[in-house]
Nanobody
Framework: QVQLVESGGGLVQAGGSLRLSCAAS????????MDWYRQAPGSDRELVAS???????NYADSVKGRFTISRDSAKNTVYLQMGSLNSEDTAVYYC??????????????WGQGTQVTVSS
């Protein structure tokens, strides 16, 4: 069993920055991928950024150049550094991890979500 705790969301003015954190705990052997998704009001959930087991990253076109995904392997934590925020970034942000557990199983786990609101 794996648990994810998200933090770092809040209210920020357009042009500002925020850093989201997602800390994983439980019977984790290794990570396959760690991802950030977001869901805006009235919209489908979309993939924002991903980081692979070897550190390779991918970003949605809408955030490329503004957002950076990273991880701290020692703390089992994935981060999303968000800059140059605008109203289109307002959404609930969710982390997702694809892990191998200590029991040898592969599983996907989601965080509880954290609200990011960009004001102007």
């Amino acid at each position: 069993q794996v648990q994810l705790v998200e933090s770092g969301g809040g209210l920020v003015q357009a042009g500002g920055s925020l850093r989201l954190s997602c800390a994983a705990s439980g019977s984790i052997s290794s990570f396959n991928t760690m991802d950030w998704y977001r869901q805006a009001p009235g919209s489908d959930r979309e993939l924002v950024a991903s980081i692979s087991s070897y550190g390779g990253t991918n970003y949605a076109d809408s955030v490329k150049g503004r957002f950076t995904i990273s991880r701290d392997s020692a703390k089992n934590t994935v981060y999303l550094q968000m800059g140059s925020l605008n109203s289109e970034d307002t959404a609930v942000y969710y982390c997702r991890v694809d892990v191998k557990t200590m029991r040898g199983y592969r599983g996907v786990y989601w965080g509880q979500g954290t609200q990011v609101t960009v004001s102007s």
